[in-house]
């Protein structure tokens, strides 16, 4: 057992094209985390990741997967490590079985153990019927699935998903959630980028997010949550509105969107009551609500805005 | 990685490549039995009989070991260059280089299976040369030893060159422009004794000389080359290739950035 998963400590790269992608980050993962790792295209996400699963030399820096330091016993933290890259990066020609037991080849496993395994994460990943087919024959999504299952036939303890339900549907999307929750709670730990900022908030505990090669943000989902200064929620009400119902206090603004539903923006420190409070006032009877946009969408554009208008500001 | 583990490694890699060059065998081992079969009957039977004897065997004898030893040359080569490239290609090779295995290990993999269908075409060609003459054997060990020790050097010469290759058309310029016609002119057809004494001075430069006279040594029973001096000369560049293409793969040209 490992208490840190990952520790990054002042790791830089910089390109042959003299492109510096990372300017020094340090960044720990604790062991059983579901770790959220964000920022815009071009951010440097890709390259952190890459340098960790080796596919991408380091300029400068320290790393350690599971307390072995990578530049001392590379092969013992390769074995800690599974990866599942954001481009597909099998052998399109071979056969869906032959792409994860040859994996599990690769990290010395005996034929009979990588075919068990195989059998297994297939099936959990709902890809035993196609076992037989060419792996350019799958689905975007199967294909997404296909590089999970390979990824984990060696049981690794930490798991990189980079952007893993990229192009995939919702509902299948939401059992790949279901499945990360579940090797999570396995004791995997898992490190996620997405752009489906839903996404990390539904399943990632901690976050860091990482914008011009610099780390801009790191700390618990919980408490990057509570950063937000403003939440929108939509309502519905059950009856037609049949007045102008538009009201500005300091903790809350109520909009009319159509006859059926009003928009508030909740101020932090305000509470709901005082909204259910006004709409009883008005004799406005609300059948449901949800979250307008999700919060880590808000706080992550506020973030990056925020970084780079201080940029532009500095460099005036 | 223990040494099991290692071996286990190689035993995928090998196996990969085997049956990668097994499920495309209408590109891999067809085109050179028929390639071959061709020189047989019109260089062989044709053309031949018109020629006479050379070295003390007929012409068919004569070119049956430079042929086959042409084909395990061209194929071993070919084998390593067109998988290792679109291993590159499709970024496969992201498999290997995130697993523990050692390159040493993944270099020794792929050069195998380039000496695998090496062989196994020269098998085949072997085998169809039978139609049309008879073979003797004159030294099992020198012959199975220098087939093989070509095929190895070819095959890291072929690794080398997907290394370096950045599209397509990269891999095709070496065979092309460098490996056929130093083939052709590396004893296949004719004996050196033949040439001017300048030509044959110049043909002592082309290594492929040393390997088919050898073949043909361990076979007929004849050599322009003295059979030690080929085998150390064979040896000596493998490991010149061997340490170059580790050095390349350690480096991650190409396929690190």
Redesign the interface.
Known sequence: MCSQALVIRHLSKT??NGFQALQGIDLTVEEGDFFALLGPNGAGKSTTL?IV?????KTEGQIEVCGIDIDKD???A??Q?G?V?Q???????EKVL?IVV??G??????LAQARSRAEHYLKALGLWDKRHQASRMLSGGMKRRLMIA?ALV?QPKLLILDEPTAGVDIELRRSMWDFMREINAQGTTIILTTHYLEEAESLCRNIAIIDQGKIIKNSSMKSLLQELNTETFIFDTRTPLTAAVNQQTEGYQVRVLDDSSLEVDLRKGCYLNQVFHFFESQGIQVSSMRNKSNRLEELFVELVQAKNTHLETSSV | ??F???R??L???L??EI??FL?IWGQTLLPPAITMGLYFVIFGNLIGTRIGSMEGFTYMQFIVPGLIMMSVITNSYSNVTSSFF??KF???I?????????NWVILVGFVLGGVARGLCVGFIVTLLSLFFTDLSLNNLFVTLLVIFMTAVLFALGGFINAMFAKKFDDIAIVPTFILTPLTYLGGVFYSIKLLPEFWQGVSLINPILYMVNTFRYGILGVSDINVVTALIVVFLFIIALFSWALWLLNR?YGI??
């Open positions: 390109y042959a890459g699963s080796s596919l991408i030399n590379f092969a013992t390769k074995r490590l990866v890259p481009e597909f990066n099998f052998n399109q020609f032959d040859t994996q080849g690769f990290y010395g496993m005996p390979r060696h | 990685m223990q099991s583990q290692y286990i490694a035993q995928t890699i196996i990969k049956r990668r499920r679109s291993t499709q970024r496969s992201e498999e290997m280089l995130v697993s523990p295995i050692p991650g690190r950035s």
